[in-house]
Structures are given as C-alpha cells and as structure tokens.
C-alpha cells in the first residue's frame, strides 16, 4: 500500500516564479495537511484541506494557496517566490474521524529551491 | 500561542548508550504529545504519543511520558543502536488533531 506520494522530489524555481507541488495521500485518508520545513528547521504548519476546502490555516502569506480534488489528492501553489521560500515541502494526510490516535503519515517531501 | 522546545543538537552517542532528548512545551489547552522522527531523504514517521498527562508512549526502545506539572515530554531510549541515528521532532497538537506545532529538531547519530 502507498503511502503518501509527492510530486516532484527537487525543483528549481527563479524568484518571482510560481510553483505547483503535488500530493497523493494515503489510500483511505480524506484530510491533506502541508508543512513548510525550513533547513535546519522543524516543519510549519501550512494549511489543511477537508471536502476540497481550507480547513485551517497556519501564518503563511495570501501568495501561499491550495486545492484539494475529489480524489482527495492536493496542491500547494505559491505565487511570486522568494529566496525565503527555498525549503522542504511536506505533505501528510489521515482520515477524519480518527482523531489523534494514528497521527498523521508524512510523504517524503519536494525539496524547492529559488534562486 | 503554542509552542515546543526540543534540546538542540547534534547528539553523537556510543552503541548501546542511554539516550534522553529533552522536549517542553506551551500550550493553552490540553494538547496531545509526539515525537515523529526523520531518516535521511524520508518523510517524518511516527514514533510514539501521548494523549493525556500521565500517559507514557513507546514503541521500538523508546519510551515518552506526558508530564503536565512539567510540561515536558522527553524521550528516552535504554540502549540505542546504529540504526536509531535520525533527527527526532518533538510535537504538539491541539484537541481537534488538525494543526501540529514541531520543535526544531535534534539530530542523533551512534557510533559503533
């Protein structure tokens, strides 16, 4: 059984530039959360999505969005990069109504960066 | 808001050492304790948790217990091995589970 995949595993992107990043949760899990993690650095909450909507969201800038698909699969875009958004991307998911009791399964991130 | 602080790193242990990296946090709620860790070119896994004061989580060796009079949360692992060289992440999330706030990170590595 996959676990959650990312898509791609590197990029390079020029400041100013858009990306679009990739994820496919686990089979089963309706909830996809994004991290940003810094190098050196614990993972930032992003947002979470739910029913392809925001859930909730962490203290990131409007230049940071998302979308979730009815195959629960999602995207983070972020719109005119900056140097300071060079990073691990991590996407996790899990299936609602499972409360805390399995935590979250993490995939093995995009590693973005600007230049 | 809340918030977690980890021992900063790196730690470099002997084979078969006693390992504690050190874990406290901030919270406004009751929140629910983990430590996930990370091996070189993965995503995080979870290592264990913890969902209440008193609980203690463990799982392979390690071991975690929720000290709310302490706010504390750290791991230990009796004898650790060669294979057990990670960064560990020490977490916190709030009641609803949806937003997790991690620590920075301490990078273990054991030496033969």
């Known amino acids: 059984d996959a676990g959650v995949t990312q898509s791609p595993t590197h990029l390079i992107k020029t400041r100013g530039q858009q990306v679009t990043l990739r994820c496919s949760p686990k089979?089963?899990?309706?909830?996809v959360s994004w991290y940003q993690q810094a190098l050196g650095q614990g993972p930032q909450f992003i947002f979470q999505?739910?029913?392809?909507?925001?859930?909730q969201r962490g203290n990131f800038p409007d230049r940071f969005s998302g979308h979730q698909f009815p195959n629960y699969s999602s995207e983070l875009n972020v719109n005119a990069l900056l140097l300071g958004d060079s990073a691990l991307y991590l996407c996790?998911?899990?299936?609602?109504?499972?409360?805390?009791?399995?935590?979250?399964?993490f995939g093995s991130g995009t590693r973005l960066t600007v230049v | 808001g809340d918030s977690v602080t980890q021992m900063e790193g790196p730690v470099t242990l002997s084979e078969e050492a006693f390992l504690t990296i050190n874990c406290t946090y901030t919270?406004?709620?009751?929140?629910?304790l983990f430590w996930y860790v990370q091996y070189p070119g993965e995503g995080l896994q979870l290592l264990l948790k913890?969902?209440?004061?008193?609980d203690k989580g463990s799982n392979k060796g390690f071991e975690a217990t929720y000290r709310k009079e302490t706010t504390s949360f750290h791991l230990e692992k009796g004898s650790v091995q060669v294979s057990d060289s990670a960064v560990y992440f020490c977490?916190?999330?709030?009641?609803?589970?949806?937003?997790?706030?991690f620590g920075t990170g301490t990078s273990l590595t054991v030496i033969p």
């Open positions: 996790a998911s899990r299936m609602t109504g499972t409360g805390l009791k399995y935590g979250y399964t």
């Open positions: 089979s089963g899990h309706d909830t």
């Open positions: 999505y739910y029913e392809e909507e925001e859930r």
């Open positions: 919270a406004t709620g009751y929140p629910s």
């Open positions: 913890a969902t209440k004061a008193d």
């Open positions: 977490a916190l999330s709030e009641r609803s589970g949806n937003q997790f706030y």
